[in-house]
């Protein structure tokens, strides 16, 4: 089976926080590929402005165009309407029913997992791997047990040292021209620089 990793997100914009995750969760569980899914319609974030998909998808293609185990899929930017984890999965695992996937995702959100649309197909159709900040964290470890007997979810861990930086940071700091250098890709910088984003 191969075993491919999905690094979810609205990337507005991909930061290296994101790759760091990425190349963590390729060394930590022996992955093959991670693949980079920037979301359609983010319902989830409707209160923030989010640059269309295309946009974010070619911030993507530049950032992890040089790690050849790195790829882009535009599968939520094309299928229109609200993005939900559960319906790419299902299309990902139709197409591709030789691979086994890992879903990358934070802690904050595996807590929150059950108010996605149908958990239980998320957790039919992968393994979890929930970036941790502390190993002892007793909630996370609540949650996971619980998911683990209701749902039989396959949990796993990402012991990577958190950057404590966001999109939202990002945004805010281009927005008042402050240096985004050795957050952001090159690449990404000279995109948002010549296409003038985020700056209103």
């Known amino acids: 089976m191969k075993k491919v990793g999905i690094m979810g997100g609205t990337f507005n914009p991909i930061h290296i926080g994101h790759l760091l995750l990425a190349e963590t969760a390729k060394s930590q569980y022996g992955l093959d590929t991670i693949l980079f899914i920037p979301s359609g319609c983010p319902y989830m974030k409707r209160e923030a402005p989010v640059l ?27 299928r229109g309407g609200n993005t939900y984890t559960c319906d790419t999965l299902r299309t990902l695992k139709k197409e591709n029913p030789d691979t086994e996937y890992y879903f990358i995702l934070g802690a904050d959100s595996l807590l929150a997992i ?22 002892t964290d007793r909630e996370l470890e609540a949650a996971e047990k619980r998911l683990s007997e209701k749902y039989h979810a396959k ?45 209103k």
């Open 52 to 78: 269309p998909g295309e946009i974010r998808a070619e911030m993507v293609s530049l950032a992890i165009r040089n790690n050849s185990r790195f790829s882009l899929s535009r599968i939520e930017i094309e």
């Open 114 to 135: 059950e108010s996605w649309k149908n958990p239980e197909e998320i957790f039919a159709s992968c393994t979890l791997l929930t970036a941790v900040r502390d190993e």
């Open 155 to 199: 949990i796993g861990r990402l012991m990577c040292k958190n950057m404590d930086i966001s999109s939202t940071d990002i945004r805010k700091f281009i927005k008042n021209g402050q240096s985004v250098r050795y957050l952001v890709p090159d690449a990404v910088i000279q995109y948002i620089e010549q296409h003038k984003l985020y700056r």
